[in-house]
Structures are given as structure tokens and as C-alpha cells.
């Protein structure tokens, strides 16, 4: 698993030359993306704060500048079945691409992976226990409509693709799938 630093309000103040409130405030109001931890604390990833720092012009300093193995394409996977995300992960880790594959198994891991991460896939298993899928899928496109969603589920009706497309995955897979139809289906979605 990928695991990305992340800096707190605090840090980000000491970047930036502003007060922790200041920060707190570029977050709720969406400018700078966060997560808030189970204690109450914002929590903003490495790659967001990049963003921020580029399209403000504010310079970063190189402690968190992102090497050049950073240009890989990043995937998240989000799905109960640990074999499943194992499956996943090797395939598309060892391709040719060798993408940088983050799994989570569930919605609350899945969302600070998405700040954290900023992963430009998202492969998704609509049926996860206790979280709607088609939700997800919604609320993914909401914060960031280039980020591209795959949906997954072994529930492959006609219905269900049409609904989970127009939620806003960007296409659909059928468990169980072929590698190499995974493997076409990232490729393609990721060169969109």
C-alpha cells in the first residue's frame, strides 16, 4: 500500500507565512483539499498540498516536492474482498505501466486516499458493505470530475451498468473479469 504524508494546519502555516486559522479556512472553503481524522483534525496530503502551493505560486520547499517517480499514474482500488484488491494490485503494479496502486476496504479509508493519494483511477466495487457505491461515485465526480472511476461488481445487470454510469463512473466491469480487459480498461481510462 501507498502511504502519502500528510501535513496539519499548522505545517502548512509555517510553508505558507500564515496563521493555522488562515489554513483551516483555505479548507473549509474547499481550496485546499483535506480530510478530517475520527480526533477532529484536518489532515491535508501531499499531493493536494502540491496543488495548492502551484496554483497559488506560493514555493515549496523541497522536503515535499514529489520525485519523478511521482509522474506514475496513481489507481485506488476500493473493495471488501482482500483477494480481489490483491488480484488488482499485482496486475496492474507489475504491467508495463507500473502504475502506483493504493487498496482500501472501505468508504472511510477510501475518502482520505482520495485526499491523500489524489489517484487519477478509481477502480470501485459498487457493492461494498454499508456504503453505497453509486453514492461514491457521485460524490468522487463532485470534488474532482478528472478523476476517472471504474466500477466494479459481480451484480452485472444491464441496470446496474446504466445506473452506476450515469452516477458517474466513467465505465463498468463485470466480476469476475479478465486481467487483460482490466488491464485495457485502466489503460484507456487513464490516457482519457
Known amino acids: 500500500m501507498v502511504t502519502e504524508k500528510t501535513y496539519t494546519t ?75 484488491l490483491e488480484v488488482i494490485s499485482k496486475t496492474l503494479s507489475s504491467g508495463p505501466e507500473k502504475y502506483i496502486i493504493k487498496t482500501v476496504t472501505d468508504g472511510f479509508q477510501a475518502g482520505q486516499a482520495l485526499i491523500d493519494m489524489n489517484p487519477e483511477l478509481v477502480i470501485l466495487d459498487i457493492k461494498l458493505p454499508g456504503v453505497n457505491g453509486f453514492e461514491i461515485s457521485g460524490i468522487i465526480k463532485s470534488r474532482d470530475s478528472n478523476i ?26 463485470a466480476k469476475p473479469f479478465e486481467i487483460k480487459e482490466l488491464r485495457q480498461k485502466a489503460r484507456r481510462l487513464l490516457l482519457k
Not at 65 to 71: F, N, R, S
Not at 157 to 170: C, V
Open 148 to 173: 476517472k472511476i471504474l466500477a466494479v461488481s459481480g451484480y452485472a445487470t444491464e441496470e446496474i451498468r446504466k445506473s452506476i454510469l450515469s452516477a458517474g463512473a466513467d465505465d463498468f466491469l
Open 10 to 84: 499548522f505545517d502548512i502555516s509555517k510553508i505558507c507565512g500564515v496563521y493555522p486559522t488562515t489554513v483551516a479556512n483555505w479548507i473549509d472553503k474547499g481550496s485546499l483539499k483535506a480530510f478530517i481524522t475520527p480526533g477532529g483534525h484536518r489532515r491535508v496530503g501531499q499531493v493536494a498540498l502540491l496543488k495548492f502551493l502551484k496554483k497559488y505560486n506560493v514555493p515549496a520547499p523541497r522536503e515535499i516536492i514529489v520525485p519523478a517517480a511521482g509522474k506514475r499514474k496513481r489507481i485506488l482500488v476500493v473493495d471488501d474482498d482482500k483477494l480481489v
